[in-house]
């Protein structure tokens, strides 16, 4: 078997699929809120699409996500969810991991769950899964594939373009007395002059000669 085929085999991020349900839960606590089951699995789909979208198809946790008329969920958690008094804490999450985690939160915690299944809907992956059959395997695969289109490809795109123009619109270093002065800092202090022949003028901040200062001449 090739070795792409074996990346969704690797060591998922989570040992265990509670600590990722006990992430979301922790932040949940924290907004006042009670994620209910439903759109906690919702959650953890959207997380293991993304995280395997970036991560060469790894598995953010150990759970496989069925499609059905609830939209996408694993069925190990059904009983679990009804009552998360005892999750296990969260420890030495490691940075990627969170990094997803945090993301999904962000984005998608203070959607209700029309709205996350509205979303979801449009990957198209459970929709096909579930014409396939009643209760079939949401494949891996086919989830990093859909969602590395759909969000990181134009969060990359956008992310280049908004570098491209800043560096359109960032002006030229400009040179005062063969001293760069940084791009900028306009307003910061002329480097200090040097002697020169008389017939190599000096220069502002804004590129102009200045003749050279000498005392005047006292009148007695």
Known sequence: MPEDDLEQFRTPAFRNSLLAVAW???????AGKRI?????QMLLYIAQALYAAVNGCRLLMPSVFVASAMGPQDPNLFDILEN????PE???VEPRA???LTLVWRRFGEMDVDELDNFIAHDGVTDEARLTAAGAIVPLPQLAEAYRRAMIEPAQAEAERAKAEKQQVQPPPRFADGEIIEAGQPGGPVPPQRDLPDNVPRMTMGGKPVKRWAPKRRVY
């Open 24 to 30: 979301f839960d922790a932040k949940g606590a924290e």
């Open 36 to 40: 209910p089951p439903r759109k906690m």
């Open 84 to 87: 998360t008094k005892d999750l």
């Open 90 to 92: 969260p420890k030495d």
């Open 98 to 100: 969170e990094a997803c």
